[in-house]
């Protein structure tokens, strides 16, 4: 049991951060610590039933802009919240369900369930149940798709979209927040997978067509005034909203001209910059003083084979062959 003073005569239950990246553990068969940390944590009206000589069990691992949680709950336990942005559930076992106005879903295990907000109230149960909840900001979102999108549906739109959701949070999970350092561009990269992913995933409004005036706008002078931007900024955090602000057009406009005229979009286009400069560190840093690891996650590429397959097909070269040249 974790716990750290509070106040004379008191203690506090020690919560995992909100915010700040990394991985938190707590677990504790106390009833009485159990509940504190879960009013705690929650900070919902919440009811729970008795703990019956069973663990509760939590477990973070935090992205910044985005958080899972892995929880043991061998209770009864229900309550009320407002959400403050997309939530993703996938019961592992036990049983849950969720209300939210005349809206009523029922989980077994291996169900996936998207509720989006924020600002939308809902109730929830569960019992005697192990699941793994995702949470994100829902400008994460806008940052992968054009306008303001929404979910439209709370159930996965095939059971290959749940699987792919599965296996990339289970990917975050295992291969990018595991506790040690992560720059910041691998972590923004992960929250735009992450929400790219959800909208892929579960039914929303993110089909639109390109208007007349974005196919006007997809010319020349647009994708120019793009790739200066994403030139001049590889090393930052930089989304495709803030691409299109600075071409002066949509971000369907600036979608449409990186596939009008080069046939990629602008994702993909400031990996290959980004690739250019790793490609550039990597020829002139010897074995000894750098890493490809390093190079590769210093550039935004948290999946080192990943980046071996793209550097491979880029150069025709492994990156290792690079820095021991």
């Known amino acids: 049991m974790t716990t750290r ?6 203690t506090h239950v020690v919560l995992p951060s909100q915010r700040d990246p990394g991985r938190s553990r707590f677990e504790t068969d106390d009833p009485d610590v159990a509940h504190q940390y879960l009013v705690e944590t929650l900070d919902h009206d919440l009811r729970i039933g008795s703990l019956d000589g069973g ?3 939590h477990e973070r691992a935090c992205g910044g802009r985005f958080v899972v949680d892995d929880l043991q709950l061998p209770f009864e336990l229900s309550f009320s919240a407002e959400s403050t942005g997309p939530l993703v559930v996938e019961l592992w076992a036990g049983h849950a369900e969720r209300t939210q106005g005349s809206d ?7 169900d996936v369930l998207v509720h989006a907000g924020p ?5 929830a149960r569960s019992s005697m149940a192990l699941l793994r909840s995702v949470t994100f900001d829902t400008a994460l979102l806008g940052e992968v798709s054009s306008g303001q999108p929404r979910f439209t549906g709370y159930r996965p739109v095939s059971p290959v979209a749940a699987g792919r959701w599965r296996r990339m949070v ?3 999970v295992d291969d990018v927040l595991t506790g040690e350092p ?3 561009l691998v972590l923004s990269n992960a929250g735009r997978l992450l929400a790219a992913t959800a909208l892929n995933t579960f039914p929303s409004t993110t089909a639109a ?3 007349g005036a974005d196919r006007h706008d997809a010319y020349p002078p647009t ?3 793009a790739i200066a931007y994403l030139e001049e900024n590889a090393a930052r955090d930089v989304s495709v909203p803030e691409v299109a602000a600075a071409a002066r057009v949509t971000v369907r406009a600036v979608q449409l001209a990186f596939r009008r005229h080069l046939d990629t979009t602008p994702l993909a286009y400031l990996r290959r910059i980004r690739l250019d400069h790793a490609h550039q560190e990597l020829r002139s840093a010897s074995p000894g003083e750098e890493t490809v690891t390093a190079v590769a996650a210093r550039w935004g590429f948290f999946n080192a084979g990943r980046f071996t397959g793209y550097y491979r097909e880029a150069f025709g070269v492994l990156p290792s062959q690079t820095l021991g040249s």
């Open 119 to 123: 600002g939308q109230r809902f109730a």
């Open 223 to 225: 994708l120019r005034r």
């Open 182 to 184: 992560v720059s910041r």
């Open 209 to 211: 067509e390109p208007t």
């Open 55 to 57: 663990t509760l069990r």
């Open 5 to 10: 003073p509070s106040a004379p005569g008191g």
């Open 170 to 172: 289970a990917y975050l």
């Open 104 to 110: 009523h879903a029922q989980l077994v295990p291996g």
